[in-house]
């Protein structure tokens, strides 16, 4: 399995990385923005810091921002995604029209 990366966004501003990698997940703030002190922290979990967040499961906040239930049902139907994927669900439904400021999106080689 290759490493899948995605955005993080603060109310439209990149906060920092989400990866995906053999070992777990990873979440690192983008360097620009933990230098603006007024930006804050994308989670109270998640505090603003230089080193990485490492984990062995999707870390409880982005996990938090999918969808359960009946919808998240719909969701895997229509998009036709593994509900078991955690995050390839949270690459595909946390875009927009999320609740809050968080959203997550595909990273690209840009």
């Known amino acids: ?3 899948r990366k995605a955005w993080v ?3 439209g501003e990149l906060a920092g990385v989400l990866e995906e990698t053999l070992q777990g997940y990873v979440f ?5 923005y933990l230098l603006r002190e007024s930006a804050p922290a994308v989670s109270l979990t998640l505090p603003k810091q230089t080193e990485p ?3 062995a499961t999707l870390f409880p906040f982005f996990f938090g921002l999918l969808a359960e239930g009946v919808n998240k049902d719909v ?4 998009l036709k995604i593994d509900g078991n994927d955690h995050f ?3 690459l595909i439904t946390a875009g927009s029209d999320t609740i809050g400021a968080i959203t997550v999106k595909p ?3 840009d």
């Open 9 to 11: 966004y603060n109310n």
């Open 53 to 55: 967040f490492v984990a």
């Open 88 to 90: 390839g669900r949270l």
């Open 75 to 78: 969701q895997c139907r229509m």
């Open 1 to 3: 399995m290759n490493s």
């Open 28 to 32: 690192t703030y983008n360097r620009d």
């Open 107 to 109: 990273a690209t080689d």
